[in-house]
């Protein structure tokens, strides 16, 4: 029972040491976090945008979120390493963040959806879904659940491990809207399925996708 209770233990210390780093790291470009005990030090990497912003000024912005690490979080020794984000489009945070500013801005959350998974695809991912659930519609009406998603996305089983996934909340002002963002990064190997084949999206997809554009050309002018 004492195994157990310490597993549980570590994984909620993990869980808010996660939770602490992103809201700490957002204006950074927080992406996600790996954290690695072993017995003589605690490793964290974190994936960020802008990894000049969490090193600062002689590595001060650092060493101070190192030392509230460990009196925070009681971590022995914590060794902070920052990675910069290769592909913004292939981060499910990153794209889920910028799904909800758009949401939150007003705009056709249809569109938002189907503009965002084309930018996905051509990124190079083998396979994604974006799910928008909540007061999608005006003032009153219902909540309702959008779905678009293309290409191979495991849904159960081991290979579902091998899927990025994440989920923000926008609050425009009828109402709060989940989304969430699952990714298959190019290059992705499943047990036992063959290389995956080239996806051509939707035709439906690739039209909203191009009316977005449009309008955030004009908007820009």
Known sequence: MAIERKFLEDS???YKLAAYLEKELDRAGFSKVD???T????????????PGKVIGRKGK??????????KNFGVDNPQISV???????????????RVVRSIEMGRNVRRILHFTLKTI?????????????????AKGARAK?????????PKSGEP????????????????????RVKIVPPGTVFPGKEKTKPIELPRVIKEAAAESEEDADIESK
């Open 83 to 97: 990675s910069e984000v290769t592909n913004e489009n292939l981060e499910p945070r990153l794209v889920a963040k």
């Open 39 to 50: 017995p003589m030090v605690t490793r964290i990497n974190v994936e960020v945008t802008k």
């Open 160 to 179: 579902s491990r091998l899927v990025r996934v994440a989920h923000v909340t926008a609050y425009p002002k009828f109402g709060a809207i989940g989304v």
């Open 35 to 37: 954290i690695q005990r």
């Open 145 to 153: 659940r959008l779905r678009v998603g293309a290409g191979y996305l």
């Open 61 to 70: 912005t650092i060493k101070d979120l190192t030392d509230a690490i460990q």
């Open 12 to 14: 909620i210390s993990r």
């Open 121 to 137: 695809m051509d990124a190079g991912a083998l396979g994604a879904e974006i799910i928008a659930s909540g007061k999608i519609a």
